[in-house]
């Protein structure tokens, strides 16, 4: 309960936000030791998005309790600051930090306070982070190119380790999209899901599988890598009677066998059959993101009958001219704090071309009008029944727009559209 209650006490519009001392003055705190310990940069571990959480010291091995998180990509803080972490959900909350006025020392005019600390996850346990200083040869390169199919397998374990909790279960709480996946799964019961064998990839809490058992499915197989095929079991124990409980969802008793494991488990291709259809909730920002859709793709390889329903069936990337002052400038005043001639009595100027790089360049994840846009938008189909591997790791997406109006183009805006469309 280190953390509990304590001020934030610096905070920087567009660079970070500081806090971790007790005092609340930015001069106080230790580390669990009961002294300074030294820094921990890690050439693999960078300051290359917003969220990053890393070391705060008053100098070199001056490091005690005090951490920061980015505004934005930081690299001029490579090297120096031991990077510990990621923010992995909140981003809203940051945003509102960001917001709040300063006065001295960038100090928080209004008061904030860090409630709690909590770990979700070890965002860092990338194997793309740990670093070796031997370099690849061409066995290991040509061994590489041959395995897409390992490559997903041993994806990131810090995703599986957040999908793992409940409250990151967000489907769950989109209306829009948790009622299109039950509008067509039942409606499509009778041809698809009735007497059938059914296969639910990254189940997550089980949602889908349980709208499958609905729609008339003999039996389904849930799987799912992360922790929550535990909490899905409590599920299916509370459909059958049991020592003086209540029984809950009685339709879902041994209906559904759930495969605690990752898709692309060799082991599961002589453990669980071919089935008639394949749902799963692979969408991830842009489409592709998180890289779902592999598994899912992988999954039809290896598992769908010739003939099989996949739901969603195939999905449309959208892109558009984007023209949204607001965000612009948004954007700008973030870069504009590397323009300044005083910072601490140094001038810092020469780092705000780089900076407008950086932000600019930079995806933003959010909503927006759709009055902003300048046209049509061009699209990129993807049929989940035919698309390749390699087609979802590297595609082209050819643009021809007619603008009907004058106006400045900010940026170019994507949204991606998901079809569930019963196989000919």
Same mark, same amino acid.
């Given at each position: 309960n280190y953390y509990d209650n304590t001020l934030i006490h610096r905070n920087i519009r567009g660079f970070l936000v500081q806090m971790g001392d007790p005092q609340g003055t930015g001069k106080g705190g230790t580390s669990i030791w009961g002294r300074k310990f030294s820094d921990e940069p890690h050439p693999a571990l960078k300051h290359d998005r917003r969220g990053t959480v890393s070391m705060a010291g008053a100098g070199a091995d001056s490091n005690g309790s005090q951490f920061f998180i980015t505004y934005a990509c930081q690299p001029s803080l490579d090297g120096t600051y031991g990077v510990f972490g990621r923010v992995i959900d909140g981003e809203e909350t940051l945003a509102a930090m960001e917001r709040v006025e300063v006065g001295k020392k960038y100090r928080p005019v209004? @008061?904030?306070? +860090?409630?709690?600390?909590?770990? *979700?996850?070890?965002?860092?346990?990338?194997?793309s982070c740990i670093h070796s200083s031997q370099p690849a040869d061409s066995h290991a390169e040509k061994d590489?190119?041959?395995?897409?199919?390992?490559?997903?397998? *041993? &994806?990131?374990?810090?995703?599986?380790?957040?999908?793992?909790?409940?409250? *990151?279960?967000?489907?769950?709480?989109?209306?829009? &999209?948790?009622?299109?996946?039950?509008?067509?799964?039942? %409606?499509?019961?009778?041809?698809?899901f009735r007497d059938r064998l059914v296969m639910d990839v990254g189940a997550g809490s089980g949602i889908l599988s349980f709208f499958a058992a609905q729609a008339g499915a003999k039996h389904i197989y849930a799987v799912e890598a992360s922790g929550m095929a535990r909490k899905m079991q409590l599920m299916l124990d509370s459909a059958k009677p049991g020592a003086g409980s209540r029984v809950r969802n009685a339709y879902l008793a041994d209906r559904i066998t759930i495969v605690s494991a990752k898709i692309?488990?060799?082991?599961? +291709?002589?453990?669980?059959?071919?089935?008639?259809?394949?749902?799963? @909730?692979?969408?991830?920002?842009? +489409?592709?993101?998180? &890289?779902? +859709?592999?598994?899912?793709?992988?999954?039809?390889?290896? %598992?769908? &009958?010739?003939?099989?329903?996949?739901?969603?069936?195939?999905?449309?990337? *959208?892109?558009?001219p984007l023209s949204d002052a607001a965000l612009w400038n948004e954007t700008i005043t973030k870069a504009r704090f590397w323009q300044q001639e005083a910072f601490y009595g140094v001038d810092i100027n020469p780092y705000f071309a780089p900076s407008l790089d950086e932000y600019f360049s930079s995806p933003v994840v959010g909503?927006?009008?759709p009055t902003t846009l300048m046209s049509d938008s061009a699209v990129h189909p993807v049929d989940f029944h035919t698309v390749t591997m390699s087609e979802l790791k590297e595609f082209v997406v050819r643009i021809e727009w007619h603008v009907g109006y004058t106006g400045v183009m900010h940026g170019v805006a994507g949204w991606f559209d998901l079809a569930f469309v019963p196989p000919v």
């Open positions: 209004e @008061e904030i306070r +860090l409630k709690s600390v909590t770990i *979700h996850a070890n965002p860092l346990a990338d194997p590489a190119a041959k395995r897409d199919d390992d490559e997903v397998l *041993h &994806r990131d374990p810090s995703y599986f380790q957040y999908y793992s909790q409940l409250q *990151h279960q967000n489907m769950l709480q989109d209306h829009v &999209r948790t009622s299109a996946y039950h509008s067509a799964i039942t %409606f499509n019961g009778p041809s698809l692309e488990e060799p082991s599961l +291709l002589s453990q669980v059959p071919q089935v008639d259809a394949i749902i799963s @909730e692979p969408i991830g920002v842009l +489409l592709v993101h998180e &890289r779902m +859709l592999e598994s899912f793709v992988y999954a039809r390889d290896k %598992f769908l &009958r010739p003939g099989g329903a996949m739901l969603p069936s195939s999905g449309t990337i *959208h892109l558009a909503c927006f009008s």
